[in-house]
């Protein structure tokens, strides 16, 4: 990032559930950091989940910020409209021959790994997030790609991250606010889910997409997603697009060291706005989690 610079940070919930004290702890950072840096703070709401994402937690998301005291400019961004963005993304990659698909379904997945674990010799493996995908469809033929296909069997896209990496020449980093400068290991991830069987991209993949896009300079999240920044800043590079600064912080637990989560209805913001607490009292109820 040059001097010139303006800094833009995002929070960008998912309308799955009702935001909890957490994300009213990572929305203020991403909005206070913007403040204090002269910069611009954006809300997305990223909503490809059709199965869980309902509009009525889309709204309540909008009255939660707005009652913390919030301001973003508006259009807000919703991944759902953008599925155009996310499919050029997808297509560079699959031009560079980085993509694959995945028949595989979850039982294929665990006996598979199960298989491996009673014989180590086939490199079973775990990763930071569970064990990694152990490569069923990456070895497929065309032709056994394309019966699978023409036989209408539901497949996801995963990136080969062998081949990937193999374009990658020069050492990746990024940095990090509270850890200084971080070196990737896109590894750890394996060959990660790009777009699913019921919606054309991934997590990984919009997020990326779309954090250039609306020219972010700052990602702040919680350190359950640091992990995820090795493998994203594969993507960036494979798909040239401008490094960010991270800051991964600390998550919101209970005292049995739980993370909140949007099923535990008494640390909603919406339940905290119908109390009689106001937005004031959040920074003593946030030390009662940190």
Not at 89 to 113: H, M, N, Q, V
Not at 184 to 203: C, H, I, N, Q
Request: glycine share 6%.
């Amino acid at each position: 990032m040059t001097q010139t610079d303006k800094v833009i940070t995002r929070f960008a919930p998912s309308p799955s559930g009702a935001l909890h004290l957490g994300h009213a702890y990572s929305a203020k950072l991403n909005y206070d950091f913007a403040i204090e840096n002269g910069g611009e703070f954006i809300l997305r709401i990223e909503d490809i989940d059709h199965l869980r994402c309902k509009t009525e937690y889309e709204n309540s998301i909008f009255v939660d910020l707005h009652w913390l005291g919030l301001k973003w400019p508006t259009p807000v961004r919703r991944q759902s409209d953008h599925f155009e963005d996310y499919a050029a993304a997808l297509k560079i990659l699959s031009d560079k021959g980085l993509l694959y698909p995945c028949f595989c379904t979850r039982k294929d997945i665990r006996e598979e790994i199960n298989e491996s674990t009673r014989a180590p010799h086939m490199g079973s493996k775990m990763g930071p997030e569970g064990l990694i995908y152990p490569g069923i469809c990456r070895h497929l033929t065309d032709k056994e790609k394309e019966e699978k296909m023409n036989e209408g069997i539901p497949h996801a896209m995963r990136i080969d991250l062998k081949k990937a990496l193999s374009l990658v020449n020069e050492p990746l980093y990024w940095t990090d606010l509270r850890t200084g400068t971080q070196k990737a290991e896109p590894e750890l991830m394996g060959d990660v889910v790009l777009a699913r069987k019921d919606f054309p991209t991934s997590y990984h993949l919009s997020v990326v997409v779309d954090d250039d896009i609306q020219k972010i300079t700052h990602i702040i999240r919680g350190e359950d997603l640091y992990y995820a920044s090795h493998f994203q800043k594969l993507l960036q590079y494979l798909l040239n697009l401008k490094p960010v600064t991270y800051d991964h912080h600390p998550l919101l637990k209970t005292k049995d060291g739980n993370r909140l989560a949007k099923r535990d209805k008494s640390i909603t913001i919406n339940s905290i706005r119908e109390s009689s607490k106001t937005p004031v009292d959040l920074g003593a109820m946030i030390k009662e989690y940190l």
